[in-house]
């Protein structure tokens, strides 16, 4: 997925998995990939977040912005948004580089996911920036060990290349 920047240029999301630390004072150094990706795209404010609960999200603010247009327009499932929206406000909280290009992780959420002054791992997804505490991390690697096979033959008869 590209995102479009002022002359209407492409901008190429960061690929692959990345290690960062939760720091002792819950800041995360985002790497150097991340900093440059948000800085061409001209984001600078971001809302961080868990909207389940185990799973931290990095949205660009802008982002973060049209999902709140997206809880407020939706009427299929009232109670599920409100939940969702529930989890994202409990958890989250708005954040800006530092200087040295570190975003301050809201202590409720670093609780709640377990990752205080702790390894994580980041990766792009869905224009939000997907944070996995070391043993989540884990549990998803098990898992896709367990059905790569069977998702790949399925995905490439569905069109992937």
Do not use: C
């Amino acid at each position: 997925m590209e995102a479009l920047i002022k002359g209407a240029q492409p901008v190429e999301p960061p690929r692959g998995m990345y290690h960062a630390k939760v720091d002792d004072k819950g800041r995360v150094k985002m790497p150097t990939d991340f900093q440059r990706y948000f800085g061409e795209l001209g984001e600078g404010k971001f809302f961080v977040t868990s909207l389940d609960r185990r799973i931290g999200q990095v949205y660009p603010l802008s982002v973060w912005r049209e999902n709140e247009e997206f809880f407020a327009s939706q009427r299929a499932d009232p109670k599920k948004m409100r939940r969702v929206a529930f989890n994202a406000n409990d958890l989250g909280g708005e954040a800006e580089f530092d200087g040295q290009g570190r975003l301050l992780f809201p202590a409720e959420m670093r609780r709640e996911l377990g990752i205080e002054n702790q390894a994580i791992r980041l990766y792009f997804f869905k224009r939000r920036v997907e944070v996995l505490s070391d043993k989540l991390y884990e549990e998803q690697k098990r898992e896709g060990q367990q059905t790569a096979p069977e998702d790949v033959v399925e995905l490439e008869s569905a069109g992937l290349q």
